[in-house]
Every structure is written in C-alpha cells, then in structure tokens.
Antibody, heavy 119, light 107 residues
Framework: EVQLVKSGGGLVQPGGSLRLSCAAS????????MSWVRQAPGKGLEWVAN????????YYVDSVRGRFTISRDNAKNSLYLQMNSLRAEDTALYYC????????????WGQGTLVTVSS | DIQMTQSPSSLSASLGDRIIITCRAS??????LNWYQQKPGRAPNLLIY???SLQSGVPSRFSGGGSGTDFTLTISSLQPEDFATYYC?????????FGQGTKVEIK
C-alpha cells in the first residue's frame, strides 16, 4: 500500500523558516517525480514544487521560487520542503504527492500538514 | 499560464441525481485533463485522467469527456459518498494548474 506520511509544519512568524518532511513507503520511491501541493484555508489547490527522480531537476511556482527548496533522499525514501522567508500568504495545508508513471497526474497524496505564518 | 474555469462553483443535488460539472481551459489542452475529488479534511483523490480514463478503483458512475478547451465530469447516480469538492487539473503544461473547484452538496 502506498503511503506518504508527513511531518513538520506548525506556527511560524513571518520571515521565519520551516522544514516539511514526507516519508514514502509501498512503492519504489526513486522511480517517481514527487511534488508539494498546497491549499490555503477554504481555498483551492495550488502546485508548489516538483522534483525529478534523482533530484537533479527542481521546479517551483513563481510565488515561492528563491524562498522554498524541494529536495529528496532516495536512500531514506523521503521528500523535503525547506521553506524560508515565510509570508502570511504561505499559510496553507501542504500535501506531498506522487507523480504518476505518465508524468501528468498526482496519483497518491499524503495527508496535509498545516503551516501557519502569523505573528 | 493556462487558466482553468469550473462551473458551477457549487451545486445542490439529491441522491440518485445525475450531475455534470464543466471545466474550461483558456487554451486548447488536447485531452490533458484530470479530475480529483476532495472530501472535507481529506487529501484529493484522482478520479479521471486523460479526460476520460477512470483511475483504478473509481466507481463506474464517474465518467469524463471532452477535448480541446471544454471538458465534463459526470456522476450518473449520486451516492452519499460523492458529496465532496471536485477539481479539474490541466496537465498539458506540466506540472499543471487546477480549476477553482465545484462543491457538490446535498439538497
């Protein structure tokens, strides 16, 4: 069974930093692109970042580029999101998601972890 | 960027009803369109990919159609577990953008 279990998240002041982790199991982690997708309270879904299978390619939505860093450790079957210079508008539920074999869908999602940026 | 617009934003329906949700892309995306279901407090769940292919394990009452700029998600006979929010997502330009969502509520 595919599982994506997140840790991290919480309350942080504007300008602060936070690191999210996502532990994967039930599939060959190193064969899949992985993503972070977020959802502001009461709002829709927004893709945040992608990373390819060996971590050599990273892509970001414009609003987080230069502040967030996606990374992975295939030996530990883990995905990370380092978030720096956090802003109030980064407040959201953050999901890690597996990109399907076709490369065009998110076929498994972890449960969200809430990040609240507030003073 | 490709903009995705869903309609309606919300709808009320009864058990057994047939409902149709539409999704329009701001430019042609061929058949590169996926649908997700999200229940309150839960992560999204992939229902349909490539406009009309049913994801494994998804009931056959769900179907998708369309191509180019206009797409539909149809639920043939609404069940209690179908009350949720539905999102379309274009995958023509990866990683893709979502529609704003359609909330399906009980009438």
């Amino acid at each position: 069974e595919v599982q994506l279990v997140k840790s991290g998240g919480g309350l942080v002041q504007p300008g602060g930093s936070l690191r999210l982790s996502c532990a994967a199991s039930g599939f060959t982690f190193s064969r899949h692109w992985m993503s972070w997708v977020r959802q502001a309270p009461g709002k829709g879904l927004e893709w945040v970042a992608n990373i390819n299978q060996d971590g050599s390619e990273e892509y970001y939505v414009d609003s987080v580029r230069g502040r967030f860093t996606i990374s992975r450790d295939n030996a530990k079957n883990s995905l990370y999101l380092q978030m720096n210079s956090l802003r109030a508008e980064d407040t959201a539920l953050y999901y890690c998601a597996r990109v399907g074999a076709s490369g065009t869908t998110w076929d498994y999602w972890g449960q969200g972890t809430l990040v609240t940026v507030s003073s | 960027d490709i903009q995705m617009t869903q309609s309606p934003s919300s709808l009320s329906a009864s058990l057994g009803d047939r409902i149709i949700i539409t999704c329009r892309a701001s430019q042609s995306i061929s058949r590169s369109l996926n649908w997700y279901q999200q229940k309150p407090g839960r992560a999204p769940n992939l229902l349909i990919y490539a406009a009309s292919s049913l994801q494994s394990g998804v009931p056959s009452r769900f179907s998708g159609g369309g191509s180019g700029t206009d797409f539909t998600l149809t639920i043939s006979s609404l069940q209690p577990e179908d009350f949720a929010t539905y999102y379309c997502q274009q995958s023509f330009i990866v990683p893709g953008t979502f529609g704003q969502g359609t909330k399906v509520e009980i009438k």
